[in-house]
């Protein structure tokens, strides 16, 4: 056979023409029916020989027709050409084993199997290609329904499974390049096109997306060999970076397995620089090409991310040229860049035994990240806050680096994104799990024991400091350098020199004490100059030096350069100046000198780091001494370590201390992200003994009400996790922890916290977190049966039972006695709290909605019952032991208690009353010290104040309490026995209708009719049942309630009077807890009657305005919005004495006020005015609490359909009013807030329209201002931007205004980023005419501003007389000055001379009125 060239062309047509005479030309070409028999053909060959059957012209040809006619060639047959190249592939692999083996190979036998090498893998690569787009190729339903069912790699025609079969190929493939290719070459170099050949196959089976699949992993383990041995073996180094990043910048799918396989390649073939050839190419493209092409940059940034992070020593050569991103715009890359670094720190220079350029490296890499913390993207500052936070829990990050970070982090708490706060509270989170000081943080203990240790340290060491930086500095370690000596000999050295060493001295001058001796050596000779230096001799050394420097001329130690300037080395020291001779001296005795020292400094530190074997007796003592110094210093060393320690974790914890309050801010946050975060926080930090975490702890016990499942699931689970799930040996010791942790949270706690914590204990009783033992424990630490029970935990354990009988009621019901004994007993005679929380837990009997439809009634208590005996007693003897405080609070609760479980409650209180009335009177007797009550009567009688006030507490809780009586239990009663009566009828009406339904079977028509007219119901007739009777059961009971209770002949009508004298006469009854109880006495009475409540407005009004006490003042208010609730209608017109509240001096007044307000407001008890702006200042306000509880205002207000909406152009108007005079900067806090509330586009357009209408009605630029600041605040729409056009002439006059025309300017700048394209021309235009009439405005005012100053010069004095003749004069020459001022403001914008003419009107008015 011939010999030819097989050339591997660049496409499959190229093959059809030739380039030379013995390049190979495919020259038969079979179509698609022919290709069967050729294939066959060729099978019967590749039998005959083996692979070299594909050097036969019909054999290539025939499979090169296949793959020309590869669509329309039947699949059989293509899978049969398949397998046969497959076959070819393996045993030309065997074959070419023992060839290449062969040492003497002709020319001729090397082409022969070169051809048939590039031939078969020609085909075999070709054919793979052409299978994988087959395969790759989307399917019909694809096609048209934009999704098809899942790919299946099996061909259903054959069987055979493709992704198997494609790694058959490469198998073969990958071991054809294991042997020595390069032999067949002449040179044996590898042609570059075979190489390309099969590395192109392998790029092109990765393109698939299928190979993103877990199943697929052979297949990519398979091509990434191949790509390393091409690499390795034929320098596919460089083609391989370019290819894999045109990949990765065309397929979202590369990125996995392009980085496992680059992973792969490094660790399976050591190839390294495919990552580094990467990065530089990417380094390579224009940043600006990058960002726009998101898809590549993503892939790009996804693939170095995870390489880093699997093999970071391969980046790690190529940081310098990544770090560079971190100054480029694209916020991707930045992140890419420092997940790189992070991982690089976290995987690698993680190590304890970091050399130094490792240690630099990754002090650079921390740097990096710690700038980044504030980078300008939300995105990128929350990946740098993620990459800290698994430094710090992996304790990657060195110790003194901690605090700094720390202190970046506590700044990112108040970030305007949310997902940064998130990170920023975990990263916190994770600090305090993994600080490295204690396992607890409690900040006061450890500075207790900082300053112990501290102490103890200064007694060891005397002196010991800390530098600014943080050092240790101690007296004691201070050592003297050898520079330092020889300054100290400086002087005395020049001093000598000066005197002794001249050029023209003779040896007769000389001592031959201080010559040196003949025959010395070098070495000798500078020891016997240090040793004379050392020991102060310094005639001796000079003499020395200067024999040492004939006798040695030359040597280096000797050595001087007289170019060099040595005179600041002795001009401090003396005035006069050294010749070159004696400079010379000075230089080398203190090169000597120096040099001497240093010796023997390290001579002592290898001395000290050796061990004395041998010791002589002589020398036992000084060893001993000296042992004892080391034991010493190794004390004061182990001392200064624990002070440091001490030191540094006061500093951690303080920092920690410093975020506590920030976080506590995002407990009231409005996302559920930062909600959730800080909740973690504080369960974390309150298990690491941060004593201030529990202010954070007692806070999240509100967010148990939150709306959001998931925050209330959140906190339930934080408290059960601090408090329920407790590890003990038994689960006694279990219980009684727990009730030690629950009691813990009780005390101290306020009366919204303890609300907050019942719901939770409901639901730990309801889960079962808290046992029967642990109930039974609490009844055991109330009746003090416990061991060391103190009365604050019997009160705790009483109030932890009584929320536990929310949901179990039987913890009460059957434990009554124990309550009396121990609540009501004795104990309670001396302890008036303990006798509140009894009542507490008692009202947890009371049915608080008696059911209407019950054939049964509420059970009640008998009157005489123990119980109310027991409260009886307490209450009446109570009343003169002023020294309790807790009597008042206990009484409201008493009372309370006997109208919810007494059968008849008034009867027991009217007996009570009579009782006090009685103590009362027998005080009025005994000469005491107190203030008189004048009754209507004009009796008069003395009792202490103390006595009076709990007297009215009470008098003043009975009367609210009857009506509370009245109106639920008793209506609620009338209502039960109507529908029992109802009940009764309807089943009476039944039977009649039964026995007529038998008597008309039995009669005539005629008689049934009759009896049936006979028994005619007379309610019935009169509409007397149903709704009708429960309306006149409410109208009876509201009639009662008006006449009976404190009106008529009753036991409070009696006691009336005497409130009303102490509240009208402040200056007579001067004690203010009198003057308050009286006052809520007087509410409550008002309460029970709207006749007595309008008749005694203006006296509740009064007290609220003008008593001087805050506290009667903050209870007249709630008593107000009560009052407001019960009969709106009376207190109507008094609403804007409510908002004047709002201005109180008192902090509590203004919460009060607004708390009431609130409420009015979203329960529609009173409309929404123009005052609502006086809740708008409380934004403002300084007291954190009253700011947070309006914005809550506006935020509820907001959801409440257009409320806000409707109300916001009168606070706009308000709030700018001159004489209102708020702050510019108040003014736009509060309007920015309330601003961001408005989300509805159709209400921002309505408002663009509204407030440029506004400007109208301005009267200053402050006005102006605001105004514009208001138009700032709202997303400009294209309607909106229209409406802005539409209204130009509005705000036109008003834009010569700096300010206001930088809003306007902004306003539109914002637009444009979002407009649409044609929107965009309509924003060109409106900026057209905004900025042509601003530039008017200036130019006119400018001509305004000229003209009046020309005019102040030549203007005439006025005459000014108080008649009316002169008055006329002014008037006239006033106007004849606006007339001349009419030519000037010709040539204004024709807007701003409306304006001014609208002005000048003004004035003239003005004028005219007086």
Known sequence: MELFDFVIPLSLDSLQEATSTKQYVVTNISIGREVPKKIQEAHVLFRQDGPKFIIREQCFDAFYSVLVNFASVDQEFKHRSWDILVKAMAKMTAELALVLDERDMSSSEKLRWLNILKMNTYLACNLTEAFENDYNKPTTDTLLLGKGRKKTAKNSETGTDWEEERTRMLVQLFSVLQYPLQRLWDPPVIEEDFVNLIANCCYKIIESPSMNLARTKPTRDSIFQIIGTLINKFNHGLACALKLMQLLQHFEHMVTPAAQGVILLVESFGIKSVVAELVREICKVDVRDLVKDTSGLRNFTQFLVEVADKCPQVVMPSLSLLINFLDEEANTMRSCVLSILGSVVLKALSIVDLDDKNKGLRDQCLDHLEDHIHDVNAFVRTKVLQIWNELITEKSVPLRRQHHVLKLVLGRLQDKSSTVRKNAVQLLTAFVKGNPFAAKLPLADLESQYEQELKQLQEMVPGVTFDSSGEMTSPVEKTVTSRELWSAILPEVVAVILEIVNEDRTDEDDDDEDCLEEGISLNEAVSEVAMALKSNKIHRAVKLLEGALETFHGCEIFGYDPNENYKAMYEKVTDDELNEYQTRHLVVLRRIFTAAEEMERKKKESENGEETVDVDEENKEEVEETEKEKEKKAEITKQKLLVLYLKDSVGFAKLIHKGLPVVCQLLGSKLVSDVLEAVSFFVTAFEFGLLNAMTGVRRMLALVWSKEPSIKSAVVEAYQRLYINIEAANERAQALQIVKNLSSLITGATLGERTSMEEIISQFVNSGDITKECVTLLWERFTKTLPDTTDDDAQSALVLLAMCANSEVSIITSNINVLLNSGLGERGERDFLLVKETCTALLK??????????????????????????????????????????????????????????????????????????????????????????????????????????????????????????????????????????????????????????????????????????????????????????????????????????????????????????CCNPSKYSDPELRTTATLALAKFMMASSDACEENLQLLFTILEKSEEPVIRANTIIAAGDLSFRFPSELEPWTPHLYARLRDDSPKVRQNTLTILTHLILNDMIKVKGQISDIALCINDEDPRISGLASLFFNELARKGNALYNVLPDIISRLSDAELGIKEQHFRTIIGYIFSLIQKDKQQENLVEKLCHRFQATINTRQWRDIAYCLSLLQFSEKSVRKLGENFTCYADKLHESEVYEFFLSILANAQKQAKPEAKSLIEELEGRIQQSHEKGVEDENVVHKASNARSKFKKPRITAATAKSRRRRYKSSSSEEEEEEDVRDQLHPVHREFKATERNLRRSSRRSQ
């Open 845 to 1062: 009997l009371a049915v608080t909605k008696p059911k209407t439809d019950s054939r049964t009634a509420t059970c009640r208590l008998e009157s005489d019952h123990e119980i109310f005996e027991r409260l009886s007693k307490i209450l009446v003897s109570g009343l003169t032991i002023l020294l309790d405080r807790q009597y008042s609070p206990m009484a409201v609760e008493a009372v309370s208690t006997i109208y919810s479980l007494a059968e008849h409650p008034d009867i027991i209180c009217g007996k009570i009353i009579q009782e006090m009335s009685r103590v009362m009177l027998e005080l009025s007797s005994e000469e005491t010290e107190s203030e008189s009550v004048t009754t209507s009567q004009t009796n008069t009688f003395q009792v202490p104040v103390g006595v009076l006030s709990r007297f009215f507490v009470v008098v003043g809780h009975v009367a609210l309490q009857q009506l509370i009586h009245l109106d639920t239990f008793v209506f609620s009663e009338l209502k039960r026995r109507n529908f029992l009566r109802d009940e009764m009828e309807t089943e009476r009406k039944n039977k009649r209708k039964r026995k007529n339904r038998r008597r008309s079977q039995a009669t005539s028509a005629t008689e049934a009719s009759k009896g049936g007219s006979q028994d005619g119901d007379i309610d019935e007739e009169m509409g007397l049942t149903g709704a009708v009777a429960d309306d006149m059961e409410a109208e009876y009971v509201r009639s009662i309630c008006e006449t009976e209770i404190i009106t008529g002949d009753n036991l409070l009508v009696a006691l009336r009077p005497m409130i009303w004298a102490v």
